[in-house]
Antibody, heavy 119, light 107 residues
Framework: EVQLVQSGAEVKKPGESLRISCKGS????????ISWVRQMPGKGLEWMGR????????NYSPSFQGHVTISTDKSISTAYLQWSSLKASDTAMYYC????????????WGQGTLVTVSS | DIQMTQSPSSLSASVGDRVTITCRAS??????LNWYQQKPGKAPKLLIY???SLQSGVPSRFSGSGSGTDFTLTISSLQPEDFVSYYC?????????FGQGTKVEIK
């Protein structure tokens, strides 16, 4: 069974760093891209970027470039989303999703990780 | 960036109704258009990929059409579990962008 399991909810202060994870199982992790999607409270979906686990090639949305880092550790089939300095505006639910390519859509999603940034 | 304009932002309908949601791209995206359903508090679920291909396990009352800049998601007969939110997403060029969403409400 294909699964993407994300790490648990986080509560952080502005300026702190954070890394959340997305562990894939039930499939060949390097065969599918992983993308990250933000959903702020009560709002729509925003695509943040994607990574190809086979070679770590990444694309970022300009809206998130420079503020987050997407990475993978293919030895443990895990993708990461990382901040070096959180802002209150980073408070949101974050989802990872698996894509077989540009034409296949995100067919499996993680359950989401809620990040709360508050002083 | 490619802008995706989804309409309507919300609609009211009854069980059994046929509903159509539209998504327009700011430039041609060929058929690189996906549709997702999102229930409250849950992750999105892929319904349609490549504009018109039904994702495995998705009921056949859902269908997609279009190419280039104009796309539609049709639900042929609304069921009680369909009164949730829907999003389109283009995957033609990065950044992949979503429409702003459509909330389907019970009339």
């Amino acid at each position: 069974e294909v699964q993407l399991v994300q790490s648990g909810a986080e509560v952080k202060k502005p300026g702190e760093s954070l890394r959340i994870s997305c562990k894939g199982s039930g499939y060949s992790f390097t065969t599918y891209w992983i993308s990250w999607v933000r959903q702020m409270p009560g709002k729509g979906l925003e695509w943040m970027g994607r990574i190809d686990p086979s070679d770590s090639f990444t694309n970022y949305s300009p809206s998130f470039q420079g503020h987050v880092t997407i990475s993978t550790d293919k030895s443990i089939s895990t993708a990461y989303l990382q901040w070096s300095s959180l802002k209150a505006s980073d408070t949101a639910m974050y989802y990872c999703a698996r894509h077989g390519g540009s034409s296949t859509g995100g067919d499996y999603w993680g359950q989401g990780t809620l990040v709360t940034v508050s002083s | 960036d490619i802008q995706m304009t989804q309409s309507p932002s919300s609609l009211s309908a009854s069980v059994g109704d046929r509903v159509t949601i539209t998504c327009r791209a700011s430039q041609s995206i060929s058929s690189y258009l996906n549709w997702y359903q999102q229930k409250p508090g849950k992750a999105p679920k892929l319904l349609i990929y490549a504009a018109s291909s039904l994702q495995s396990g998705v009921p056949s009352r859902f269908s997609g059409s279009g190419s280039g800049t104009d796309f539609t998601l049709t639900i042929s007969s609304l069921q009680p579990e369909d009164f949730v939110s829907y999003y389109c997403q283009q995957s033609y060029g990065t950044p992949w962008t979503f429409g702003q969403g459509t909330k389907v409400e019970i009339k």
